[in-house]
């Protein structure tokens, strides 16, 4: 029985088994009072484009080319010949469009401007400095442009620098992805996937929309067509305007059994896999660096200069956002288990690096001389207790989490770079 009765009620879980295509979800969140004498001034963020179009042409074609086939052969059921026409107007409209961002993509990023000016309102007064830097990727760029014309609305007076960059690349997505995929796939790996991949079965949904059997046996990859029509399932979400979707195809056992291999995926090549020995962090090694840097100049600057640098933005990708995350050792990130077949229960890719995810740390300075610098760090702009601890005996003062002491902040983030 398909999942189509009751998949409304449902819609948002069924998203997020869209895995790293789950669109960005609205915060509803309260922050934590800044001790007393507290006030933010400088941001440093990473964020990802926002909703996309999904990446391959080559997807799309492939889906509407077969179907094609089947259809002019009369070997598509009634089902068959419903997706028939959803995946070629799918393939008409977005074929072309593959990777872009879309407008859902725009949106996110003016709202999460929007937010930040709200939240952070001391950052932006007068003719505040912006420094935003992207990803050569055009989705990038646009989610750059998106989050600055939000800005300059809001504050006309703001004034920004923006560049984008292949020099820019060696701290916003450093290393080649399919580098990392091969590192990263190793033999314990591959024995824990097969596992994964022994509980998705395409039987069902294949043979729902082929007429006969022994016409799939002879002309269909029922695992490639299976797996490219999950990913255009869950792409749908970040294209609104299309107005169709594909749920009514699948069980929910069937989305779920794809999402936990996919998500075991991701967490083996980007994250703080045992089986892959975490190799997928160096990606988001010289992000940390940059940040590190950036806030050491900045935070010199401001002693002597008002008008030092208030917000730095970084636009890249996914393949940074999963293992920054972990790099931070942040509490839904800093899993090390090689118990892929539970990873689900304890590590979920939605909840890290939906579109537009992001990381915002904010620091605060006091009106008291010689006080310390204090930061905090917004996660999908939610609160995040940082794995620090201050040391009372050495300090003075210890603020309570989520702020913690820069001094702290960057000794427990050097040291890690420097392992």
Request: hydrophobic share 35%; aromatic share 12%.
């Amino acid at each position: 029985m398909s999942f189509a009765e009751n998949h409304l009620e449902n819609l948002d879980e069924l998203h997020k088994l869209g895995s790293t295509y789950y669109a960005y979800p609205t915060p509803n969140v309260k922050y934590t009072k800044a001790p007393k004498g507290y006030k933010p001034f400088y941001i440093s963020h990473y964020g990802r484009h926002g909703s996309r179009f999904h990446y391959s042409a080559d997807d799309y074609i492939y889906l509407y080319k077969t179907l094609a086939k089947a259809d002019s052969l009369n070997q598509l059921s009634e089902l068959g010949k419903s997706l028939f026409k959803r995946i070629k107007s799918f393939y008409e409209y977005a074929a072309n469009r593959a990777g872009d961002l879309t407008q859902l993509g725009v949106k996110q990023h003016q709202e999460i401007a929007k937010r930040m000016i709200k939240n952070f309102p001391e950052i932006f007064k007068d003719s505040a400095q912006i420094e935003a830097y992207s990803s050569t990727s055009i989705r990038c760029v646009l989610s750059m442009a998106s989050f600055l014309e939000e800005l300059r609305a809001q504050k006309p007076k703001i004034k920004i620098h923006q560049e984008s960059s292949k020099y820019l690349m060696r701290f916003i997505c450093p290393l080649e992805f399919s580098k990392i995929i091969n590192e990263t796939n190793t033999q314990s790996w591959q024995k824990e996937n097969e596992k994964l991949y022994s509980h998705v079965n395409p039987s069902r949904l294949i043979h729902l929309i082929f007429k006969d059997s022994l016409y799939v046996q002879e002309n269909l990859d029922a695992g490639n067509f299976y797996s490219k029509l999950f990913e255009i399932t869950n792409s749908l979400q970040n294209v609104p305007e299309i107005q169709t979707e594909l749920y009514d195809l699948w069980t929910y056992d069937e989305l779920f059994a794809k999402w936990k291999a996919q998500n075991a995926w991701w967490y083996n090549t980007l994250a703080s896999s045992p089986l892959s020995n975490a190799k997928g962090l160096e990606n988001a090694k010289p992000l940390l660096q940059d940040i590190l840097t950036k806030a050491d100049l900045i935070l010199n600057d401001s002693k002597k200069n008002k008008d030092h640098v208030k917000v730095t933005l970084r636009f890249g990708h996914d393949t940074v956002i999963l293992p920054f995350a972990a790099l931070l050792q942040l509490e839904n990130a800093n899993v090390k288990t090689s118990d892929m077949e539970n990873l689900h229960l304890v590590w979920k890719d939605y909840e890290i690096s939906p579109m537009a995810a992001n990381f915002q740390f904010i620091f605060y300075q006091s009106n008291q001389k010689d006080s310390p610098i204090l930061v905090k760090l917004l996660h999908n702009e939610i609160e995040q207790n940082l794995p620090i601890e201050c040391d009372k005996l050495k300090h003075k003062f210890c603020p309570e989490k989520p702020y913690v002491l820069y001094d702290d902040f960057k000794n427990f983030y050097s040291n890690i770079l420097a392992k």
